[in-house]
């Protein structure tokens, strides 16, 4: 960045390497409550599910803008927590915050416009192929649990209900796995999960035109997740905001040395197949259609 705030923009060098650009909003009452966490939680999520979308690219991040909607209520100490967040998870990150906008808007809503650029080729949702093994970073489901225990539809304590809520409030992209799978050749396919997984997966057999075998077993649960939904997957699947990363890649490399190479824990949950359908495999080995759902942003519309 060559200048930043105060100026009508802000100056960036500009780079021979491909460009990435993401947005995402959080709006009040949509996505999050007040009262759920801090100031700081809500700026370093704003910037978090961004961060999670050039992950899915194999990409590095580089810098944002921010826009405010106020709404009444709030005074300057709750929105110098929030940009404490973003601030400190834009520097661990190296994202510059490069400037934004504020406006006045009868909810709270933060919007952050994100740029990056990705060395190698980047990673995309159209390029698995019949064969492809599935892979999913970290846990899935626990953001989802965590919700609902915020929004009192299920019951947990103590550690379990830290950790799970902790998920939802306080989520990490995958920034380091998403540049070195896009090191890999081919680069494999890949997802950020933020909608739910089977949702999500389904985005890539849409653009890759295939379909997918998934081994309802195969998921990879928290012991947190177990304690108080046992084996149901139903929010594993559907229930989103886990920003782990979902890969299809030729099943050359072991489970454990994948891990190993990508820095976090990575499981197989199926294989990519030429059968346009994704179908759900449990411990019975009967296949199963389900439908491709998750979270729909205009569900309530």
Same mark, same amino acid.
């Given at each position: =960045?060559?200048?930043?705030?105060?100026? %009508?923009?802000?100056?960036?060098?500009?780079?021979?390497?491909?460009?990435?650009?993401?947005?995402?909003?959080?709006?009040?009452?949509?996505?999050?409550?007040?009262?759920?966490?801090?100031? +700081? =939680?809500?700026?370093?999520?704003?910037?978090?599910?961004?961060?999670?979308?050039?992950? $899915? =690219?194999?990409?590095?991040?580089?810098?944002?803008?921010?826009?405010?909607?106020?709404?009444?209520?709030?005074?300057?100490? /709750?929105?110098?927590?929030?940009?404490?967040?973003?601030?400190?998870?834009? $520097? $661990?990150?190296?994202?510059?915050?490069?400037?934004?906008?504020?406006?006045?808007?009868?909810?709270?809503?933060?919007?952050?416009?994100?740029?990056? +650029?990705?060395?190698?080729?980047?990673?995309?949702?159209?390029?698995?192929?019949?064969?492809?093994?599935?892979?999913?970073?970290?846990?899935?489901?626990?953001?989802?649990?965590?919700?609902?225990?915020?929004?009192?539809?299920?019951?947990?304590?103590?550690?379990?209900?830290?950790?799970?809520?902790?998920? /939802?409030?306080?989520?990490?992209?995958?920034?380091?796995?998403?540049?070195?799978?896009?090191?890999?050749?081919?680069?494999?396919?890949?997802?950020?999960?933020?909608?739910?997984?089977?949702?999500?997966?389904?985005?890539?057999?849409?653009?890759?035109?295939?379909?997918?075998?998934? %081994?309802?077993?195969?998921?990879?649960?928290?012991?947190?997740?177990?304690?108080?939904?046992?084996?149901?997957?139903?929010?594993?699947?559907?229930?989103? +905001?886990?920003? +782990?990363?979902? /890969?299809?890649?030729?099943?050359?490399?072991?489970?454990?040395?994948?891990?190993?190479?990508?820095?976090?824990?990575?499981?197989?949950?199926?294989?990519?197949?030429?059968?346009?359908?994704?179908?759900?495999? %449990?411990?019975?080995?009967?296949?199963?259609?389900?439908?491709?759902?998750?979270?729909?942003?205009?569900?309530?519309?």
């Amino acid at each position: =960045m060559v200048l930043g705030p105060g100026d %009508d923009c802000a100056i960036l060098v500009s780079s021979t390497k491909s460009l990435l650009i993401t947005i995402d909003s959080m709006v009040e009452k949509v996505h999050f409550k007040c009262e759920w966490g801090t100031p +700081e =939680m809500l700026g370093a999520k704003a910037l978090a599910v961004n961060l999670s979308d050039i992950a $899915a =690219m194999g990409g590095r991040a580089t810098a944002c803008v921010v826009n405010l909607a106020i709404r009444p209520g709030l005074d300057t100490g /709750f929105f110098d927590a929030l940009y404490r967040g973003l601030t400190k998870a834009a $520097a $661990a990150a190296g994202v510059a915050v490069a400037g934004g906008n504020i406006t006045r808007a009868s909810e709270l809503a933060i919007t952050v416009a994100l740029l990056g +650029e990705v060395d190698q080729q980047p990673l995309r949702r159209d390029s698995a192929r019949p064969g492809d093994r599935i892979y999913v970073t970290g846990t899935v489901g626990d953001a989802a649990l965590g919700l609902r225990i915020l929004q009192n539809q299920v019951s947990a304590a103590g550690s379990v209900r830290n950790q799970l809520v902790k998920r /939802f409030l306080q989520p990490t992209a995958q920034l380091g796995a998403g540049r070195k799978l896009a090191r890999l050749k081919p680069p494999p396919a890949a997802i950020d999960i933020s909608d739910g997984l089977w949702q999500d997966l389904g985005h890539v057999l849409e653009r890759s035109g295939v379909g997918a075998q998934v %081994d309802r077993t195969a998921l990879p649960l928290s012991a947190a997740y177990r304690q108080v939904c046992g084996n149901s997957c139903d929010l594993a699947l559907s229930g989103g +905001e886990d920003y +782990e990363l979902l /890969f299809c890649l030729r099943p050359r490399i072991s489970e454990a040395e994948l891990s190993r190479r990508l820095g976090v824990k990575v499981r197989c949950i199926g294989e990519i197949t030429r059968d346009k359908r994704a179908l759900l495999v %449990d411990k019975t080995g009967e296949p199963s259609i389900v439908p491709m759902r998750g979270w729909d942003q205009l569900r309530a519309i």
